[in-house]
């Protein structure tokens, strides 16, 4: 399972962290990914962590305002993210593979095997 954390109601240019925690598993080894939704859209890849060369990736819509990150002590993986613009709310949630994940599959929610709930993030002027 996976809970994330830390959805809020922010201001244009604002700061926010998630988190998301996984119960019943340990994340260390696997392919991590952030998603995002609007009510009436696609699901948007935001960033990912590959647990192949261990480094992040990022949607160009966030790159540069986004970081993803992981501490495996606590089982939890984080998106801080910075310089938020105001856009339609948005349930941001996680994903993990537990298969290898290249920058290439990252986009592609299929490669996930288990999914949180989400969070909701909303960013107003």
């Known amino acids: 399972q996976l809970v994330e954390s830390g959805g809020d109601l922010v201001h244009s240019g604002g700061s926010l962290r998630l988190s998301c925690v996984a119960s019943?598993?340990?994340?260390?080894?696997?392919?991590i990914g952030w998603f995002r939704q609007a009510p009436g859209k696609e699901r948007e890849w935001v960033s990912c962590?590959?647990?192949?060369?261990?480094?992040?990736y990022f949607a160009d819509s966030v790159k540069g305002r986004f970081i993803a990150s992981r501490d495996n002590a606590k089982n939890t993986v984080y998106l801080q993210m910075s310089g938020l613009k105001p856009e339609t709310p948005a349930n941001y949630s996680c994903?993990?593979?537990?298969?290898?994940?290249?920058?290439?599959?990252?986009?592609?929610?299929?490669?996930?095997?288990?999914w949180g709930q989400g969070t909701q993030v909303t960013v107003r002027d």
């Open positions: 994903a993990a593979d537990k298969g290898p994940l290249p920058r290439s599959d990252c986009p592609d929610p299929r490669e996930y095997d288990y």
């Open positions: 019943g598993f340990t994340l260390n080894y696997f392919g």
């Open positions: 962590i590959s647990n192949i060369d261990g480094r992040t």
